[in-house]
């Protein structure tokens, strides 16, 4: 299994592993927190990714306009997942000057890494919402999906859905290492109850996001003021 030569890599790529199945985890992160991190990291460990590959959205088609610039939130990132050499950071998504289709970002991948698998991470209630995708058909051409779910949901046993699970749905991690694509496979992971959203507002209002992010992503929102306040100490 080959990598690009580092004039090949894209710039916007840290150095990564060149074998073993690529998690790819996208997001707004406006800002990022402990329950992205944990979610990467458990999927990390249970399906055992050399590499997990953090994939900000530069202009998401399903979401408003993020509130943080593409550059704070790609240093929030870079912040974040500093200090674990397993998670990248990927920004080829915030160079795109139109909306970040997924099928077009595992596109360039696939083409980058032929012989890779591709684990394409997403939560429940995205994969419920799969059939709007721009797409979304193609996605298992291309890339592994990895469904991402807090214990008492329940996947979809009917609709295109169904039909897809039975078809291409597996309970074993080796299927996920023996192909490059086109399986999904649905994990439980701890949901911490945070949300960027709240985060924002929390902010917004004063109020000190210590213990919910990582210190460095504390700091970068004290610093900038991105959310519009900064009266909590950055100490």
């Not at 073993?20 to 999927?43: N, Q, S, V």
């Not at 998401?60 to 050499?85: F, I, K």
């Not at 701890?190 to 960027?196: A, G, P, R, V």
């Not at 996001?209 to 004290?222: E, N, S, T």
Request: proline share 9%.
């Amino acid at each position: 299994m080959a990598t690009p030569p580092p004039s090949a890599r894209p710039p916007g790529a840290t150095a990564a592993p060149s074998t073993g199945p690529m998690g790819i985890f996208g997001g707004t992160f406006d800002p990022i927190h402990y329950g992205h991190l944990r979610t990467a990291f458990e999927l990390l460990e249970a399906l055992r990714l050399p590499e997990m590959r953090f994939m900000p959205a530069g202009n998401p088609p399903h979401r408003e306009q993020t509130v943080a610039s593409n550059e704070l939130r790609l240093e929030m990132v870079r912040a974040a997942t500093a200090g674990q050499g397993a998670f990248t950071v990927d920004d080829r998504e915030m160079r795109k000057s139109g909306p970040s289709y997924s099928v077009e970002t595992l596109t360039e991948l696939r083409a980058e890494y032929p012989a890779r698998p591709l684990c394409l991470i997403v939560g429940m209630d995205a994969f419920l919402g799969l059939p709007k995708w721009h797409q979304w058909r193609e996605l298992l051409s291309l890339a592994h999906l990895i469904v991402a779910h807090r214990p008492g949901w329940r996947a979809p046993t009917m609709g295109p859905l169904g039909e897809m699970l039975v078809d291409r749905g597996t309970g074993a991690i080796a299927d996920l290492h023996a192909a490059v694509a086109g399986r999904i496979y649905i994990h439980a992971v701890t949901q911490l109850e945070i949300s960027s959203t709240e985060l924002r507002s929390l902010i917004g209002a004063g109020r000190d996001p210590r213990y919910l992010m990582p210190d460095g992503v504390r700091r970068i929102i004290h610093d900038s003021g991105c959310y519009a306040r900064k009266d909590f100490a950055k100490g």
